[in-house]
């Protein structure tokens, strides 16, 4: 069972450049003037962490959360 996560996103180094989002198989991260995930969406796929190119966003478990 693929082990459920939260996205989250680093301000710091987040240039909204929206590769995540064009990655994310579900549209669970959805970038515009600013960066939104959409956690009912999202599969735990860890694709948009791969895919940052200045490693902005990372996974956290949820477990115990939901
Ligand atoms: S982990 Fe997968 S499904 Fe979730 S936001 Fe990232 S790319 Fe989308
Ligand atoms: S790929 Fe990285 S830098 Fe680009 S919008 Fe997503 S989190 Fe921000």
Redesign the pocket.
Known sequence: MVEKVKIV?DED?????????GMCPTLAIN?GPK?EFFLDRCISCKI?VT????G??KAVPLEGES
Request: a positive charge; charged letters at 5%; hydrophobic letters at 45%.
């Open positions: 996103m180094r987040c240039y909204l450049c929206g590769g995540c989002a970038v960066w948009c895919a940052c190119p200045v902005a966003l």
